[in-house]
């Protein structure tokens, strides 16, 4: 099980200026890979893991990158979004991987992200 948690911004817009042209840029802020169970995704040899059928939680720690982080914003220019991404995969008989995402808002204070996502 892989959380994937990354805040990016993407900016485009078309000039009216004599010049014109459409001008457009993106900055990816953080973007971090955490394995809460199992191995890391990479590994080439993987083990045999099973989870027994019900509901499973997974505690996880991610602080935010120190310093001001842009506040989300969404617009028809752009936008900065920071999402929070969990991944069961099915590394041995590759038949199944179940994912859910989530976006979470950050308005000046970091969010606790224990609360955005359940898995299963």
Do not use: M
């Not at 900055?27 to 955490?34: A, C, H, W």
């Not at 859910?100 to 996502?117: A, C, E």
Request: include cysteine; glycine fraction near 6%.
């Amino acid at each position: 099980i892989h959380l994937r948690i990354h805040c990016e911004a993407k900016v485009e817009w078309t000039a009216s200026s004599k010049r014109g042209g459409v001008f457009q840029s993106s900055e990816i802020y953080f973007d971090e890979l955490i394995t809460l169970w199992g191995q890391n995704p990479d590994v080439d040899d993987p083990k045999l893991l099973t989870l027994d059928p019900g509901v499973h939680k997974f505690k996880f720690n991610f602080p935010l990158p120190d310093g001001p982080l842009p506040c989300s914003l969404t617009t028809d220019k752009g936008y900065v979004r920071y999402n929070i991404e969990a991944t069961l995969l099915d590394c041995i008989r590759g038949k199944y991987n179940l994912h859910k995402d989530r976006r979470f808002l950050v308005l000046g204070t970091s969010p606790d992200l224990t609360q955005v996502i359940d898995l299963i």
